[in-house]
């Protein structure tokens, strides 16, 4: 359903600004946290939030296959490095060795 | 039943008239939906930064995905809801083909995102339940 041209700026410039939200929320949990999956998932996430901004905006076909696609390939990678993680391959490795911190650790005061 | 059904005036409940609410009251529940998914994903990026700075712990982190997952899900529902009153005024094939694939779209998401819900829940539950769990398998895969 297209609505007024203003809801539909409000809808765009609300998605580009989830997406721009969800990069900097994935790059400071891996700064953080130093474990890709959870800095990938936190920006799928976001970018499912902006896909579902679009689609209440304009729902055309090509915006209903690049939510579909989105969500696939979020599917796909969360698949993929669940699947690395339990087969300790190099992502799984990463987060053992360079996460540092275990998640049972309380938090300190020299965490940076 | 037929016969009173078209006795009904014009002036009370035409279709003109009915499309017109109809088409407001989908815009309205909409727009909720958009509104909770934008509120929900700017109150989880505060949260993000506050977690982020206040320690490296990642329940934390998950906990907070987990409450953005909820949002969506929110949003997804109020989407939903207006897709099915879409129903009641989409006049054309090609309306009603494009109405279908954006509620398979939002209901398979809502399905996915709500098991992943319950998973991340039950794994947070485990390790708030075992709390060395985490520590002693990240030992032993090393």
Not at chain 1, 49 to 75: E, M, N
Not at chain 2, 79 to 102: M, R, Y
Request: some cysteine.
């Amino acid at each position: 359903m297209t609505g007024p041209s203003w809801w539909s700026a409000l809808l765009q410039g609300g998605a580009l600004l989830l997406t721009v939200l969800g990069l900097g929320c994935g790059l400071l949990v891996l700064a953080r946290r130093r474990d890709v999956r959870q800095a990938l998932s936190v920006l799928l996430e976001f970018l499912l939030a902006a896909g579902l901004l679009r689609l209440s905006d304009d729902p055309t076909y090509r915006a209903l296959a690049t939510t579909a696609v989105i969500i696939l390939i979020r599917k796909l990678v969360g698949f993929g490095l669940r699947a690395n993680q339990r087969a300790g391959g190099p992502v799984g490795r990463a987060r053992s060795t360079a996460g540092a911190v275990p998640v049972s650790e309380p938090p300190s005061g020299s965490a940076s | 039943m037929a016969r009173a059904a078209a006795e009904v005036p014009d002036s009370i409940l035409s279709e003109d008239l009915l499309r017109r609410y109809v088409d407001l009251l989908v815009r309205l529940v909409e727009a909720a939906g958009a509104i909770v998914i934008f509120l929900g994903a700017v109150l989880a990026a505060v949260k993000f930064v506050r977690a982020a700075f206040r320690g490296r712990r990642s329940e934390e982190f998950v906990r907070v995905r987990l409450g953005l997952g909820r949002y969506l899900t929110l949003g997804l529902e109020f989407q939903l809801a207006s897709d099915v009153l879409s129903t009641a005024i989409a006049p054309t094939f090609g309306e009603i083909g494009k109405l279908a694939a954006i509620a398979a779209i939002r209901t398979l998401l809502n399905y996915f995102l709500g098991k992943e819900i319950d998973h991340e829940r039950a794994e947070v539950e485990e390790e708030e339940r075992d709390p060395d769990r985490t520590s002693r398998s990240s030992a032993t895969d090393t």
